[in-house]
């Protein structure tokens, strides 16, 4: 889906999203996730292995800070923080705007049920049989024919 070097932008675009969504207000881990997937438009939520240690990251460079509340550690982006996040402020906003046009994309052409039939397909361990694999395939082709038309491509 991405190569390395798109890999490593996204990556790097993770820990400004998390200082975008700060930015709003300080939150504890699972209401940041869930404002991140709000952003994303449901289509996407950061897992704990994923968000927790750019938090770390985060607060060690100074970025953002963490304090108790209750029973819930809270974060906060920092001055440096917010500095940061104005110079790559275009750069997420652009993303996010890209990734959720492509989000409505899929879903306007129900590109995204297949995602989700495929999805429950692995999930139930389900063979499929050759005859079905024939029948996907000439609809998938056509499929690629008309979106590689849209790029220019035959």
Known sequence: MFTDTEFLKV????????L???????LHGYAMM?????LFGNSYSPSPGVLYPTLQFLEEMGLIRSFTKGRRKVYEITESGRKLL?????????????INSLRRFAEETELIKIVDLLRKIYEDNIVVPEDVKRKVRLHVR??????????GRE
Request: glycine share 4%; no cysteine; hydrophobic share 40%.
């Open 11 to 18: 990556r790097g675009l993770f820990r400004y999203i998390i």
């Open 20 to 26: 975008y969504v700060l930015a709003e207000e300080p």
């Open 34 to 38: 869930k404002r991140i997937k709000k």
């Open 86 to 98: 104005e110079e790559h402020r275009k750069e997420v906003e652009e993303f996010l705007t890209r």
């Open 142 to 151: 056509e499929i690629i024919r008309i979106l590689g038309e849209l790029l």
